[in-house]
T-cell receptor, first 113, second 116 residues
Framework: KAGVTQTPRYLIKTRGQQVTLSCSPISGHRSVSWYQQTPGQGLQFLFEYFSETQRNKGNFPGRFSGRQFSNSRSEMNVSTLELGDSALYLC????????????FGPGTRLTVL | AQSVTQLDSHVSVSEGTPVLLRCNYSSSYSPSLFWYVQHPNKGLQLLLKYTSAATLVKGINGFEAEFKKSETSFHLTKPSAHMSDAAEYFCVVTPDRGSTLGRLYFGRGTQLTVWP
């Protein structure tokens, strides 16, 4: 069974640009969550999608948005990039049971210059 | 509210000696608890999970953790460290109900170094 895949793995952008990251969950998983990992703030929850609906949202500004498609693939978008958005963005999928384990992808390393 | 405190940011052990990574949690509801490991430039891998069954949980690679409700702790142990255990370890809590159901709350991580 293929794991969670994320594309691209590495990305370099400049301030003010926007970026879209993609996540393909494990086959059959309907829940996709996104996390931001930085040395200063650690791992922080961005949002969770289940069956194309945002089910939960963390404390990030509106520049961070996401969506989920009918095949459960998910994208997250960050507009008007800031230097502080440089981070590893991790996607996790689960079967959707609310306290079930989440399976993580390798992440997308975003660098904002 | 949910939160996790990992009591040590760095732990160093010699190969073959026991490992203890400490974690305390706070949860408004009965929690599910997890330990994840992250090797350099890799995603997070689940080591073990507690979901209100047995309080002593066995995971992969010889790791285990004990849920102690009275102490609100979920410490991770391994009897004998191996060089391949060197990585960052995250203690994670998620509530079993409430508005943040399904959201993972991560500790700040413990970097484990294993000396030969």
């Amino acid at each position: 069974k293929a794991g969670v895949t994320q594309t691209p793995r590495y990305l370099i952008k400049t301030r003010g640009q926007q970026v879209t990251l993609s996540c393909s969950p494990i086959s059959g998983h309907r829940s996709v969550s996104w996390y931001q990992q930085t040395p200063g703030q650690g791992l922080q929850f961005l949002f969770e999608y289940f069956s194309e609906t945002q089910r939960n949202k963390g404390n990030f500004p509106g520049r961070f948005s996401g969506r989920q498609f009918s095949n459960s693939r998910s994208e997250m978008n960050v507009s008007t990039l800031e230097l502080g958005d440089s981070a590893l963005y991790l996607c996790a999928s689960s079967g959707g049971t609310r306290n079930g384990e989440q399976f993580f992808g390798p992440g997308t390393r975003l660098t904002v210059l | 509210a949910q939160s996790v405190t990992q009591l040590d940011s760095h732990v160093s052990v010699s190969e073959g000696t026991p490992v203890l990574l400490r974690c305390n949690y706070s949860s408004s509801y009965s929690p599910s608890l997890f330990w994840y490991v992250q090797h350099p430039n890799k995603g997070l891998q689940l080591l073990l999970k507690y979901t209100s069954a047995a309080t002593l949980v066995k995971g992969i690679n010889g790791f285990e953790a004990e849920f102690k409700k009275s102490e609100t702790s979920f410490h991770l142990t391994k009897p004998s460290a191996h060089m391949s255990d060197a990585a960052e370890y995250f203690c994670v809590v998620t509530p079993d109900r409430g508005s943040t159901l399904g959201r993972l709350y991560f500790g700040r991580g413990t970097q484990l170094t294993v000396w030969p």
